[in-house]
């Protein structure tokens, strides 16, 4: 027999997986209490009693995708095959695959948490989880001393690659070269510069 804690938990599990999958074919704006319900199939009600609004639905969503994306870059930092740039390499891919796949999720998960306090909480803490791995394997290629140097400038370019990329604006034929290069052509000139500094 199922306990309501178990019953509580698989409610929450299903209309976060419905609030996702809305996102992801509609944007924020798909995402209603009553459509996420109503996908999830369960009560009208039923939402309500998880989430307060739609904000801190959308931000307990945002939450579990940092997490998956920490878990990611936590599994690429611990792998000993790899050299520091290419852990770095693979850390920035994880997170331009996340852009590419779910573009609503991933600008969401970088918009600032809102809704109620225990939502915003969990997210910055899976969003502080995530940066600090992120901070760890760029640490591993220009040192602990130089990392919030270049962890800005990574991440600021990668979110610049995967924008245009993801709106078009970085075609092959235009610009005769893939996101994947130039995520290369990044992490080669970090390292460069780690290394003759």
Known sequence: MVSRVESAAATRRALLDAAAGLLDSGGPGAVTLRAVGARAGVTRGAPYRHFPDKDSLLTAVAAEALDRLADQVQAVR???????????????????????????????????????????????QAGDRAMGEFLGIVGGVVGAEHTRRFAPLLLTSVHGITDMEVNGHLSADKWHITAEELVTTLVAMIDRQARSG
């Open 78 to 124: 611990a792998d000993p095959r790899l050299s520091p740039a290419d852990k770095l390499h693979m850390g920035l891919s994880a997170l331009m695959t996340v852009g590419r796949r779910q573009p609503h999720l991933y600008r969401l998960m970088f918009t600032h948490p809102a809704g109620d306090p225990a939502a915003i909480h969990a997210a910055k």
